[in-house]
């Protein structure tokens, strides 16, 4: 089952009179690429959090966005009584003609005065985020699941494109050694006493070093390999990437020896779905 790195979860959760929001973002990416963003109080958390997600999610460009809002008076907030009386002298002094309310109203958007006490969550209230965070993680697993599912259709579909092509290819082999073989004797016809036998083990020599027999049973095990491979119950994107190589590898020999403009065709249109089967590997978990 193929997993893809591009996913996107969410949930949210009520402690103490606020509302945490998490949201995790993932891209491709060759390593896990984590990024937290979270608020200050909460750094000492910070490790716990990465270590939920890096275990779970293994791979990927990862963001990790928590935000907090106040829910009511309970939460944990706090005027900064002091400051305020500080801030409405000053604007007194500075601003004499102002009424109270402007000047209330204006101290009440200068920074500071709303605090969030900084206490670290309880045993019960990390154990409510823990759980948050992992239905969050939970979320964008299972987007990454749903675009797997995708992808997979998409590369069995390419994969058995290349299985067809190559069905196609001995059709014309026959027709090839032929050409090849009256290619040769035509080279030859000005060239005068030509020992035939000697000629005749010179071309099968030849003909053996263009077989192609082998690069068309090793290509053809490598796809099943690659199909097999998608079905394991869990994803492997850089087995299925070491898969490719070995396919395109087999792909640029049939290419080599093929000597047949049909055959080249087969090739061309070969290397075309391979590129698109790795441009999609890249973002396979």
Do not use: C
Not at 105 to 127: C, G, H, K, S, Y
């Amino acid at each position: 089952m193929l997993q893809s790195m591009t996913g996107f979860g969410k949930s949210e959760i009520n402690i103490g009179g606020m509302r945490y929001s998490i949201d995790i973002k993932s891209l491709n990416s060759k390593n896990i690429d984590l990024n937290v963003r979270l608020p200050q109080w909460m750094r000492p958390n910070e490790a716990e959090i990465r270590k939920i997600i890096s275990d779970t999610m293994q791979r990927g460009k990862i963001d990790v966005y928590i935000n907090h809002e106040i829910l009511d008076d309970s939460g944990p907030v706090s005027l900064n009584i002091q400051l305020l009386k500080s801030y409405m002298q000053q604007m007194q002094q500075v601003s004499p003609d102002l009424s109270l309310e402007a000047r209330f109203q204006a101290a009440m958007q200068l920074p500071d005065l709303i605090q969030v006490r900084q206490n670290e969550f309880t045993e019960n209230e990390w154990n409510s985020f823990h759980e948050a965070v992992l239905q969050a993680v939970h979320n964008a697993i299972q987007f990454r699941n749903d675009e797997g599912r995708v992808l997979e259709i998409e590369l069995i579909a390419r994969i058995k494109i290349i299985q067809e092509l190559l069905q196609q290819v001995p059709q014309f082999e026959k027709e090839r050694i032929t050409r090849l073989r009256e290619r040769i004797l035509r080279s030859l016809q000005e060239i005068q006493d030509v020992d035939q036998d000697r000629f005749e083990q010179e071309l099968i020599f030849y003909l053996e070093k263009l077989d192609i027999t082998e690069e068309k049973v090793r290509l053809e095990n490598h796809l099943e390999y690659f199909l097999s491979t998608m079905k394991e119950k869990i994803s492997n994107g850089k087995k299925l990437s070491f898969i490719t190589q070995e396919i395109g590898r087999e792909i640029n020999t049939l290419g080599s020896k093929s000597n047949h403009a049909e055959l080249q065709k087969i090739v061309v249109e070969m290397k075309d779905e391979l590129e698109k089967i790795k441009e999609q590997i890249l973002n396979v978990l």
